[in-house]
């Protein structure tokens, strides 16, 4: 049970940071956001109250070469992974020991620390656990605000071992603002399952004290898992006691993440302290940093790697030792619901023996258009095997088969982390057939692969080249779709263009496709139709791009809709946004005053329903 265990962690935490980074991810900017009264997170023993604008700056972090901090660092990990009804693995997981961080170079905006784990401790549940080398030295690439940016390893670390350590140091990260007198400030930060939205603040009664919630994730670094970053349901506080050097000298931070992805389910508890010890000379690794740099490489591929054996215990577990047959025929068999957990066992079933494709593919070949053969289609993408891309590619491209079916193909391909360059092409040869609602489908999906793959921005630019070509308005909203999907600046102007057409419709489109674009100028388009566009269609397609965006940006916006906006869908629309982010307090402002204040009884009854389950929560 215990390797299970790992592995249901490697789920959540499965893509390195370093890998993130290099995946083309958002800039973590810092923005500083108004200040907001505190709200601690649910689940949290201990809240702190910050009260009042601080006075003074938070001290700025130095990063002095040579300085050598060592920290104790304790952590522990409950862990839980189910099926339905079925518990498949659950345990606790501890780490801790005597981290020493030394910054050892510098270059502009980028800073080099020099980390080791001395006297390491691993266990899990109580078993000691051989992951091997855990007092390696490693280097951690800052920017001078504290955002990670990726974590550089000595060459055949073991995978379990990069992992661990990631974690450690992702759930220590704390960034500063931009601005050093703001009490309230709001980040973009990586860690190995993505990209999350985090708000800060601190209060004049404890100027040092920053006070950290994470709310959301923005994005998910791992294909594997099959969840989305609306899958996961976040509580989480982190209170760092700042130095005057602006480096912490003690931290707690305590964080619950559940991960539902169909019927399974995956809950992780976390608690992490880490206490300064003392600081002192660390000269001598600054000495050795041109030989440290020469023996490692950055974490790439932790992902991919990391899984190992582990993902194949995990697979096992999931599969129960049935065969790739013996899934299809329980498929054909089963309700509905007992067909979303054989979904993934059936993609377990086929990483673990890659020529089940051939029988799978053969399989929705002659099964009857429904559910069943959605369930094999859905496990062919699941799969994440690149036979299995092909055999949908061409599912997708046969004429002989059922039209469902390839729909279907498509959808399981446009969901897919990565594609072959086969698969790829038969999107391309689906979307430019006759219109159809497969030809429609393709064509988005190939907005969702530039996103996707490496190299994305060919698929962009014959988007464009198409969407220039276009005649006809259906031809063009289409278009504008699968260039949202991409999320690629070079989209940019052709969308903002698209933002200020004449047809309402047009604009609607446009507004939505802004969604992924990592650029300020998107928030100031999405700002300009939420609240100054005509049409509440419009405004309605701002609201739901402004769900991928950071919140604090566009809460005056979002007050202003609160206040002002005359179509009640719209005010509903924004009452379902704020509850699914109850976590930050100028969600809840805004909530409280349309719970007592909007004139249509349903969105205030909405408004302050979603207050009470999040004051219940608390």
Do not use: C
């Not at 280097?139 to 001078?144: C, H, K, S, T, V």
């Not at 494709?357 to 095997?385: F, Q």
């Not at 309605?540 to 916006?557: E, I, K, N, P």
């Not at 007592?596 to 329903?609: G, I, K, L, S």
């Amino acid at each position: 049970m215990n390797r299970t265990v790992l592995a249901a962690l490697a789920l959540l935490a499965a893509a390195g940071v370093g890998a993130y980074a290099l995946l083309g991810s958002d800039d973590p900017a810092t923005e500083t956001a108004a200040q907001a009264p505190a709200s601690a997170a649910t689940g949290v023993p201990t809240p702190v109250i910050l009260r009042g604008t601080p006075s003074e700056p938070l001290p700025a972090r130095d990063w002095a070469l040579g300085v050598r901090r060592r920290y104790k660092v304790e952590t522990e990990r409950a862990v839980s992974l189910a099926f339905g009804q079925g518990q498949a693995a659950a345990g606790t997981q501890i780490l801790g020991g005597t981290l020493e961080l030394t910054p050892i170079a510098n270059e502009g905006e980028a800073v080099f620390v020099h980390g080791r784990l001395a006297d390491p401790r691993f266990a899990i549940s109580g078993d000691d656990e051989g992951v091997p080398q855990l007092d390696s030295e490693f280097l951690i690439n800052y920017r001078r605000d504290g955002t990670l940016d990726s974590i550089l390893y000595p060459k055949g670390l073991h995978a379990d071992t990069k992992n661990e350590l990631s974690w450690l140091v992702a759930a220590l990260q704390q960034v500063a603002p931009a601005d050093p007198m703001a009490g309230s400030w709001t980040t973009r930060e990586p860690d190995q399952t993505g990209l999350y939205e985090a708000r800060y603040q601190r209060g004049a009664n404890a100027p040092n004290t920053v006070v950290k919630h994470k709310l959301r994730y923005i994005e998910i670094s791992d294909p594997e898992t099959g969840a989305g970053p609306d899958d996961y349901a976040i509580e989480a506080e982190q209170v760092t006691d700042i130095g005057n050097d602006g480096w912490p000298k003690t931290l707690r931070a305590d964080e619950s993440d559940r991960v539902e992805a169909s019927d399974v389910v995956l809950a992780i508890d976390a608690r992490i302290t880490a206490a300064l010890l003392d600081s002192g000379d660390g000269n001598d690794i600054v000495a050795r940093a041109d030989e440290l740099f020469a023996n490692m490489v950055a974490d790439e591929l932790a992902a991919e790697v990391g899984l190992g054996d582990l993902r194949e215990d995990l697979d096992r577990q999931m599969t129960g030792g049935r065969s790739v047959a013996d899934l299809l025929a329980a498929i054909r068999d089963a309700d509905s619901e007992a067909r979303n957990h054989l979904l993934f066992a059936t993609a377990a079933a086929l990483r673990l023996d890659p020529e089940g494709v051939a029988g799978v593919e053969s399989a929705i070949r002659g099964e009857d258009p429904g559910e069943a053969a959605n369930i094999m289609l859905g496990a062919l993408g699941a799969s994440g095997l690149d036979a299995a891309q092909d055999a949908l590619g061409d599912l997708l491209t046969d004429d002989d088969v059922a039209p469902e079916h390839r729909l279907s193909a498509t959808a399981s391909l446009a969901q897919s982390a990565s594609h072959t360059p086969e698969s790829i092409e038969d999107l391309r040869q689906a979307a430019d057939g006759e219109p159809s609602n497969v030809q429609r489908a393709a064509t988005l999906a190939l907005g969702a692969a530039a996103r996707a793959n490496e190299g994305g921005e060919a698929l962009v630019a014959e988007l464009l080249e198409k969407l220039a070509a276009a005649t006809t308005t259906e031809e063009r909203i289409l278009l504008l779709g699968a260039l949202g999907n991409t999320g690629h600046i070079d989209a940019l102007p052709a969308l903002s263009a698209a933002a200020a057409d004449a047809n309402a419709r047009i604009r609607k489109e446009a507004v939505e496709a802004l969604r992924f674009i990592a650029d300020d100028r998107v928030d100031v388009l999405i700002g300009q139709a939420l609240t100054g566009d005509p049409d509440s269609s419009v405004r309605g397609a701002a609201l739901f791009a402004v769900a991928f965006r950071s919140l604090a940006v566009h809460l005056t916006g979002l007050s202003q809709v609160a206040q002002s906006e005359p179509d009640a869908g719209v005010r509903r629309a924004l009452v379902t946004l704020l509850a699914s982010q109850v976590a930050d307090p100028g969600a809840m402002q805004i909530l409280s005053y349309m719970a007592a204040n909007d004139d249509d009884a349903d969105v205030r009854a909405a408004a302050a329903a979603a207050v009470a389950e999040a004051n219940n929560g608390q």
